[in-house]
T-cell receptor, first 117, second 114 residues
Framework: AQKITQTQPGMFVQEKEAVTLDCTYD???????LFWYKQPSSGEMIFLIY??????QNATEGRYSLNFQKARKSANLVISASQLGDSAMYFC??????????????FGTGTLLAVQP | DSGVTQTPKHLITATGQRVTLRCSPR?????VYWYQQSLDQGLQFLIQ???????AKGNILERFSAQQFPDLHSELNLSSLELGDSALYFC?????????????FGPGTRLLVL
């Protein structure tokens, strides 16, 4: 069964430092997508970055990059040069390709990141 | 701003009541998803519509129902509410149904059942 695991309930990082948030997944489908979302205290879910299972290169979006290790089934989010505004809950999510039949996202339990000045 | 709108933002009601949550997808998006976020269950997929038709069901209770209208907005109806239905309900939308399609979330409706 498909599953997303985020083993870090909470993390601290100093402002301007880089931080890695861990995500491992389990799926038997060769075609899938991995997503990271940010949820600040205000509650909205903000899309950060996407990685496809067949993508040859690791995804990057500004200060966000995804360390995708397919054989290990891991998709860690790296945030470079942390800012105070990065303090939030971060969710890793996966979508499998059921031949386009459905595209539900399976979410991990999240990691609460606190950026310290 | 994701472009997905949800109303109302907050809803307080009593057990046994019925409420309707409304969602307008991003312009051009045909697919709408509903998710529930609660402390004990985390983020869970409820149901998906694509261009007016139900596409997939997740952990949606029989007391809950949804639909997507011809103008593509969607409504989630929750009836016979229980205390455990208190949660943050998200609507998300995507252009299509491919695995690469990013789902953009609305701000959510926070439901409190007393």
């Amino acid at each position: 069964a498909q599953k997303i695991t985020q083993t870090q309930p909470g993390m601290f990082v100093q402002e301007k430092e880089a931080v890695t948030l861990d995500c491992t997944y389990d799926t038997s489908d060769p075609s899938y997508g991995l997503f990271w979302y940010k949820q600040p205290s205000s509650g909205e879910m903000i899309f950060l970055i996407y990685q496809g299972s067949y993508d040859q290169q690791n995804a990057t979006e500004g200060r966000y990059s995804l360390n995708f290790q397919k054989a290990r089934k891991s998709a860690n989010l790296v945030i470079s040069a942390s800012q105070l505004g990065d303090s939030a809950m971060y969710f890793c999510a996966m979508r499998e390709d059921y031949g386009g039949a459905t595209n539900k996202l399976i979410f991990g339990t999240g990691t609460l990141l606190a950026v310290q000045p | 701003d994701s472009g997905v709108t949800q109303t109302p933002k907050h809803l307080i009601t009593a057990t046994g009541q019925r409420v309707t949550l409304r969602c307008s997808p991003r312009s051009g998006d045909l697919s709408v998803y509903w998710y529930q976020q609660s402390l004990d269950q985390g983020l869970q997929f409820l149901i998906q519509y694509y261009n007016g038709e139900e596409r997939a069901k997740g952990n949606i209770l029989e007391r809950f129902s949804a639909q997507q209208f011809p103008d593509l907005h969607s409504e989630l109806n929750l009836s016979s509410l229980e205390l455990g239905d208190s949660a943050l309900y998200f609507c998300a939308s995507s252009l299509g149904t491919g695995v690469r399609q990013t789902q953009y979330f609305g701000p959510g409706t926070r439901l409190l059942v007393l």
